[in-house]
């Protein structure tokens, strides 16, 4: 026998995964990482006994439902879940994921358009991060199609701004979970920083890369990687994160001075493989990096003059670009972020999991 499980399949800027109302999954922790794994076929390297992608970035889930608490209108839950692990982690943001929540919320029936445009504020469970989603929603429906374009997804949609509101300590104790510009860990200087997400930011010729390399090229380098993940994991500790061995974070990235016009190069590492981009809340969190003067980011990087700065961060396959404002009375500190992604809905239905992983009572069974 199989259970039934509502959901739509949705691409959330460069990543992808199913996404759940929080109404239709266990209540209890065990019994719901059990079902986000039959969902996605974990464990196993192709996921070919589920809906994952085979990749950590298509090895993602989202959990969504109604808000209570006063000026928050949908809380999310994001899970990372690995092609070859049996581990669902709920610790670290996906701001890619994050872009698809509001239209997952206005096709499931969650919220209702609010105009042309509509805007929800979202919480995120996971680190307690809120921030403003706009969506294209004339008719009363969701628009996918349009003219924004996002590197790293083929074509063009319709553009979703999402603005973070607090997004410094995500995981860490603070912006500088070491409180320091940069650190000397394992004989490599690095910055470690969380404005989103946990980053390890060190140069890519420390490590004896140019920061051109392709993803290909780095994910082939088994010593290469062997160098990061001790590099991780003595940073780790320094961050007040404790052994990070089996954790998704910090991430690890390498930074170059810009190749294509932009602010800044990066290859970042998710933390074992390498990105085919580089995650939403990592580029906030480099583009930070790069307004801090005496950090590893801001030596190598080119930085616009003024407050209000937009800053595109290269990656193997174009760039990101972030907008940041500065507060003119705290140099160094930034008081707002924003970007934009794209989504679409590429599937609805039922995921489908054994009866022995998750059988519910149903309530017509409950009154029988």
């Known amino acids: 026998m199989l259970t039934p499980i509502p959901c739509l399949f949705m691409r959330g800027g460069t990543s992808r995964g199913p996404f759940f109302d929080a109404a239709d999954l266990p209540v209890d922790i065990p019994t719901r990482d059990r079902v986000l794994l039959a969902v996605m076929g974990s464990p196993d390297p192709r996921q070919i006994d589920g809906l994952g992608g085979a990749h950590p970035l298509t090895s993602k889930v989202g959990i969504v439902r109604r808000s209570a608490l006063p000026g928050v209108d949908l809380e999310f839950l994001f899970a990372q879940l690995q092609p070859d692990k049996d581990t669902v982690d709920t610790t670290p943001n996906c701001g890619n994921m994050l872009a698809a929540v509001v239209p997952f919320a206005l096709e499931s029936g969650m919220v209702v358009a609010r105009g042309d445009t509509s805007t929800y504020r979202v919480l995120t469970l996971n680190t307690d991060m809120r921030c403003d989603i706009t969506v294209q929603s004339p008719g009363g429906h969701v628009e996918y199609e349009g003219a924004a374009r996002i590197d790293g997804v083929p074509g063009t949609a319709a553009p ?18 070491t409180g320091r510009l940069r650190d000397l860990i394992d004989g490599i200087e690095v910055t470690c920083i969380d404005n989103g997400m946990p ?46 061995a089996a954790r998704n974070y910090p991430k690890m990235t390498l930074v170059s001075p810009p190749r294509q016009g932009g602010s800044i190069g990066t290859r970042s590492f998710i933390p074992h493989v390498c990105h085919d981009a580089i995650g939403v809340l990592a580029a906030v969190t480099v583009g930070t990096a790069c307004v801090l003067d005496g950090s590893v980011a801001h030596a190598v990087a080119v930085v616009p003059d003024g407050n209000a700065k937009t800053l595109s961060v290269e990656h193997p396959t174009g760039e990101f670009s972030v907008e940041l404002e500065l507060d003119p009375a705290q140099p160094g500190t930034v008081i707002r972020a924003a970007l934009l992604r794209t989504a679409r809905l590429l599937m609805r239905g039922e995921a489908m999991v054994p009866s022995s992983v998750w059988a519910p009572v149903r309530r017509n069974q409950e009154h029988a």
């Open 199 to 244: 980053l390890v930011i060190f140069r890519a010729s420390d490590v004896g890369c140019t920061g051109a390399e392709t993803v290909a090229r780095l994910n082939a380098d088994t010593a290469l990687k062997a160098r990061i993940e001790r590099l991780r994991i003595a940073a780790g500790h320094a961050m007040g994160l404790g052994d990070v």
């Open 160 to 177: 979703i701004k999402i603005s973070f509101l607090d997004t410094a300590g995500s995981v860490c104790s603070g912006l500088l979970p």
